[in-house]
């Protein structure tokens, strides 16, 4: 039995859950900050300086929207996975109150030490690939012989186009990673025989090695083999595009 008191089955079933609401929340926020970028910039395309400003308000403005999305579903994750754990800590050790405080200060440090380590990266590329859709319509309208004014009413046809096919796919992916991955620092920090299990989504969209690695087992600090490539944890930004973009996994917990 999972850490959780679920089969596996209702495990996945229960963290995909628990992950759409943090999508469903997140996508617009996100929508409305990449078509801001988009518009802003249609605004002012005769502003020789207009780039800049535009990419670092959008960088500045993902952060704080990313930032919120990832400490918010590292939060669910670890109250999710760990409810049981205390309760067999609880019972084995018979200490009840010197179980590890899985709020504070160990689950913000794992979620300062995530986002130190992919935040900076994450926000660099997700802002750059804005700016190059809008360089790529610009560049596309001058091809074209399109004047800036009709250039600009392309951008901001496109803008909301643009961002809703986007969003879903980063509040997905950044929520998934987060999620699995501080809950795998946190287990790291609990001194409770613990292995992690792959819990392969089940969908359609499934990719046929993660299907593979179904129920794969190991020790916490070891990494799961994926079609070849080791990832630590579901959604491992270490990883691959193909293997971690939109990825629907869930790692579970087993006591040893």
Not at 40 to 47: C, K, M, S, T, V
Not at 80 to 104: C, Q, R, W
Not at 166 to 185: V, W
Not at 213 to 240: C, H, I, M, T, W
Request: proline content about 3%.
């Amino acid at each position: 039995m999972l850490t959780t008191g679920r089969n596996r089955e209702q495990e996945r079933a229960s963290q995909q859950q628990m992950m759409s609401r943090i999508i469903s929340q997140y996508n617009r926020s996100i929508a409305r900050e990449i078509a801001r970028a988009m518009n802003d910039y249609a605004r002012n395309l005769d502003d020789p300086m207009v780039n800049a400003e535009v990419r670092f308000r959008h960088m500045d403005n993902m952060s704080r929207i990313l930032t919120r999305l990832w400490t918010q579903a590292g939060k669910m994750s670890v109250e999710h996975n760990f409810n049981i754990v205390k309760a067999y800590y609880d019972m084995e050790t018979k200490k009840g109150s010197d179980f590890p405080d899985l709020t504070t200060p160990i689950v913000d440090k794992a979620i300062a030490d995530w986002i130190r380590a992919y935040g900076g990266g994450k926000i660099t590329e997700i802002t750059s690939t804005t700016m190059t859709d809008i360089n790529k319509i610009v560049a596309d309208a001058r091809i074209e012989g399109l004047s800036e004014r009709d250039t600009a009413k392309l951008i901001n046809a496109v803008a909301p186009v643009k961002s809703a096919s986007r969003s879903q796919t980063i509040a997905r992916t950044e929520a998934h990673g987060s999620s699995q991955g501080m809950s795998l620092d946190v287990a790291n920090e609990t001194d409770i025989p613990l292995v992690k299990v792959w819990l392969s989504d089940q969908g359609e969209s499934a990719r046929d090695d993660h299907l593979d690695v179904n129920g794969q087992k190991r020790a916490l600090a070891d990494d799961f083999s994926v079609g070849g490539e080791r990832l630590e944890y579901p959604g491992d930004p270490s990883g691959s595009a193909e293997n971690v973009i939109n990825c629907k996994c869930v790692i579970g917990y087993e006591i040893a």
